[in-house]
Every structure is written in C-alpha cells, then in structure tokens.
C-alpha cells in the first residue's frame, strides 16, 4: 500500500479522500498498489464519519512518519501552509497542492527545495482547478515557445457575466444569484476584482518566463463596474464582454493583465458559459490550442490533486513540475503595444479613421477601433467626449 | 548528445528534424543536452539538403546503432512500419509513432513488446496531432473513469462542411476548394467517409475499455451524402452538422460509432471550424473538458511527435503509455439506446408527440425528435412518409 497525507479535511481535502475511494480499484490497478490516505491534518474533529480514525491535529505525526510518501497540502492560505509543505519537501515527500496563493508567493523557493531533494511539487489544481494546462504546459509543450495565454480562470465572475448578458440582471442582482448558488463567497472580492484571476495568471506567466511574475505587478481590473449597458453595447458589436487574464511574450518583453474584455462571437472563448473555464495558448508550433473545463468545484479540484498524486507515486523517476526563479519580471500593461478597442458612449457620434465599427445602442454607441496606441487612443476619447460621455473602455482580445 | 533516428523524411519527418532543430535550445536546457537526430531512413536521397548527411537506406543501420536512444516512427502504412517498430523496441529503443493505421491494427502488440523490453511506445501524433488528449488521458485522467469523448477528428471533413455552411457551396465545390488547398487528399476517401475518424476513435475507445477496438467494427458514416439542404435543415434548427467521432460506455457496454451529427449552436464543438479538431471527454468526477487544437500540419503533427521523443528520454522513469489487450471488444451502435435525431424532410408537414421542435424549410422541413429507440424513430419516419420525402436523418450529439 502506497500512504499519502492530506493537510485539511475542508472542501477539497474531504474531495480528495473521496476521489481516492471512489477510483481505488483503477489507481491499484494502475500503480500495481492501492494508495491510501492514512493520516489527515485538521484543527477539528469529525466524530460521525469514517475519517476520524485518520485525523491528526499535529502536523508532526505526519512529517515523522516515514511511510508517507505524498503529502496533499489542500488546506489554503500562506501560513502555515509554507511551513508545512517546505518542510515536506526537505523531509522527502513528494507535494501536490491546490494553493495558487501559497504557489504564487512560493512557487519558486518550493520548486527549489523539491529539486534539491529530488521529490516532486505538484500544483495543476492551483490553476484552473479540471483543466490539466500545467501538465500540459509541462509535458506537451516542452518543445513550444509559448506566445500567449488567455484566459477565462475565475469560474464566478464568468457566471456572472452570463447571467447578466443572458437575463438582463444587474451586476448586483447576478452577484446576488451567484451567491445563492455557492458560485460566489459572502465575500467576493477576491473573485469580482479579479485578485484570484490575477494569482493564476501570474503563476501561468511564471512558468512560461522563468522568473517570478508577482500577483501584486499584474495590472487588475474586476468586473464590479460592468453595467448592463456596457454588456449590450458588446452584443450590439457582435460580441461579449469577459474576465480574461492574459499573458504574452514579445521581443523579450513580457504584458500581463486580468481585465473585462470584449470577445468577438466566433471566437472560442466567446463559447465558454456558465462557471466554466477555459485556457487558450498560442504556441510556436502547435499555434492554437484550448482547454476547457471546471475551474473548481469539490471533485473536480480534487481530482486534479489526485493525478498529482499518482503522478508523483508513478514510475520510479521525479515527475518534475519546471518551476521559476525567485528573480521577479516586471510585467508590461498590454496597452503599452497597439491594441483594439471596444468604447461604449452616451450622447452624439462621431466619425474618426480609427473606428473600424460602430453599433447604436440606447442613448448611445459604441465603436470597435482599429489597432491604435494608448495617444492614439486617448486622441480618440478626446473626440467622442466632444459630443457624447465615454462609460467604458474594454481591450479587444488580441487573435 | 542524446541521439534519435527517423523513419521516413517525408511531411512529418521532415517536421520532426526541423522541430528538434527550432527548439534545440530549450530543448537542451530542459534535458540537459542537446537531442539530435543521427540518422533518417528514407528510400529517397536529398542531395540539396543538409539532412543528406544523416540519411541511411537500410534501417539495420539503425536498429543496430546502440546509441540511438528514440526512433520516430513517421513513415505510415502497415508494413515496414510494423516490423521496424517492433524490432526497434524488441533491440531496447523507445518508440513515438504519428502513424494511426500501425496504433489502430497493432498497438496491443506492441505495447506489450515495450513493457517487455522496459521502453517507451507513445503516440500522442496518431490522434487529432497538436492537441495533447493521449497524454492527458494517460496522466491527469488516471482517477476519472471515462464516459463518454465525442471528437471533431477529421480537419478535412470540418473545413468541408464548414465551408458549405458559410458560402453554400455544394459538397463537391467545397471539396474542390479543400482540394486545392492542402486540406483534402488527391483520393479523399479516408477523409470523407469517415475511415480517417475512424481509426482515431477505434484508438481512443481501445484506451478506455484496455482491449481492442477494431477500426472495421465502428459503425462509419462519411460526409459525401450531405447536401446544402441538410445543412440548411440543421441551422433552422439552430444547430450545424459536423462529423463527430463518439464512443460510450454504459453498464459495461461500449457504443462508437463515426457520423455527421447535429450539434446545437450552444455547444462547445459547434464553435470549432475550418480544419481544426476537438476532443470533448466526459468522466466521472471532472465531468466535461474539452480539447482543442490543430489535427494535422507539418508542425503540429511534427510537434506532437518531438514532445513524446522528449518524454521517452527525459527522467529517469519508463514514461508508459497504457495501451489494450488483444482481445476484441465488439462495440454497439450509439442508437442501440434511445437517443434524439434531426430528421428533413421534403413535403408536408406532420405531427406527432416525438416532435420536440420542427422549422420549415423550403420545400419541406426539419424536425428535432425527443428521445427514441430505433423502433419509435422508425414509427415516427413511417407517418412522416405519409405526407413526405424523409431526406436526411442525424443523431443529435449526446449531452
């Protein structure tokens, strides 16, 4: 029997147990061994059910014993997260973690650890819970230079977004229905202003760039600010509005942003409804490619930390998940290169050569630019503002 | 140097070369020395070519070199295909073939010789080339017990009918133009009756259910038949035909079969055009992810080979992709069970309770059914014939 850890019996560490359960007889087949969590670390106690014969409230029982292999720290939060899986990783256990803020912070001082002691740090479920794009990214793509990354990686706010576009609600009342469903926290801010988006673009830039691309230097926009008005001035242009975190690699240089953007109908992310997500790469040879999927949710989370499970109990080599350096890249505002732009506006039209499209809409207009520069653009602005008030400006996702 | 050989210097194989050769430097990096491919078997020479250095005619000289760590297998056909692969991984070496006719008629076999032997046989290529849905079955997927993948499989076949759609040419128009564009094959049989699709879902239901899944045995309907009146059909309906490769697994059963289906607009698959390919995977605790990318090109398909190379000698482990038994499995047709059909029709209209929703069309119409077994969907052909033409019949894409 193959004996593993878990740090935190909440949501996804119960998903985790449950996962290893329910797929036992096709992990013993594939291992040759069942794999078994024998010890599971959590404050509580859980007296009426069956795990409470694992659970251990001393995060030491764990690191000292020497039969477990892996150590599934899903418990979230920096502290003692960090601790705890450090000080795995320098004993000899493998790590697979579902924490994007714990790899986002330290990603690269974890990956160094695991590699001095030749053990695996596995986090696919820390970035788009069900979608494996970092083994992916770590596998298939060893060979590609990757261009550019978006996309749709906070499953709440992509809800929301539907449901006004669908119904008609107010940014409020979506929130509202969001929450009533478990899709959105008490406190959504992490979600609405776009913070939890920020951490996984962030980690996606870190792994393409090799240097640590910091949460906190990615330029973050939300989608609390998105009124109907802006979401039929999308659809008046023939598209919609999304939270898309992207990344891309120019001449060396690298931009970044989490921000509402305007998505044209036929493209496939325009496509991805509801609280799914999705993850779309351009790479050097393999050009375009995208992965769907749920980006969280109790089974599909754990189910992602379970593969990093058996991958790092697999095979007897180090499945080595390629981390960063703790040298930090500033990262660029997509804007700073030519980009288009959707404007929406209340008041009279205008006529300018970098409107490549225009749609009325009530009260109002909004326009599709061509390719323009931010004094480009702010010359544009100036223009309409002449004769109509601007309300939003929304990127073009680039193609 | 890590040193590999390749079978064949035709597209792909010339794609392998050039991909080694693009990405050596990050390729160096992240083995830790550079991989060179030492020797390329071809009947042919390239005088004018650099490759000509490497260029041997017997592959002995391969097959005996004890340096040659990897060979890839990209010449295709059954036959020598077969006995260099075999003997290639019965002498020790690790195998990546794109060749899907070898996988589909021996992959069992082979298999098996390289879990002898302690070697790699991969082939990520053979199946819809630049997207990465062998690996990811093989690895993240391990814990998930697969239900259901339904897949556009077929570039040649999408540009087609995608083709149609958008300009309204007939199907011999729109296979001219994908004719005269690279996208279709002097003899386009493979590619439009659906032999091409079948294979890769043959190898796709192979991995799933761990025996053999014969090409021959999937039922396999092409596109030839479809007309500019069915297509229509299916959009007033709110949908687009496209020819999808499903199989199924229900109470042990397997259901597979290759034919254009009806997809709603609202679905994922029904917003991938031109030639690029998706593989839709329903499994038990992820439920729906998707997978999208380019199916063949020099590149892609190049790619996809490169990155299994890139497995097989990278880490200390035997990468293994699991392969299936010998023995047969003998699949259903997916309409053994109840499923929903588009059905046009010429003439007047009917009713009857299995009509879910019905669109005119000119001359006739279209019907979307309720879910049926075969004998209520003949019942219900029986009275449309009272009053009508039936012309076209096409499952609807299961949910």
Redesign the interface.
Known sequence: MRKIAVLGYGTVGSGVVA??E??AE??AK?LGEPVQAVKVLDIRDFPDDPIQKYIVHDFQEILNDPEIEVVAEVMGGLHPAYEYVSQALAAGKHVATSNKALVEAYGAELGEIAKAHQVSFLF?ASVAG???IL??MN???????IRQITGILNGTTNYILALMEDTGATFEEALKDAQARGYAERDPEADIEGYDAARKIAILASMIRGKHVRYQDVPTKGISGITKADIEGAAALGGRLKLLGSCSQEDGKLYVSVEPTFVPM?H?L????SV?NAVMVKS???????????GA?K??T???V??DI??AL???????M?TWSKETDEPSHPADRPCRYMVRAEGEKTEHPLIASLASTEGGFSILTEQCSKQELAELLEQIERRAKVRGVFRKVEE
């Open positions: 996962v290893l329910r797929s096709q992990i594939r696919e069900g979608i494996p083994r992916t596998t298939a793509m060893i060979q590609e230079e036929n496939l325009a496509a991805v409804n799914f050097s040879m393999l050009g375009d490619t995208m992965f769907y999927g749920k949710g089974l599909a754990a189910s992602a379970v593969a058996l991958a697999d095979g007897s080599g180090v499945y080595e390629h």
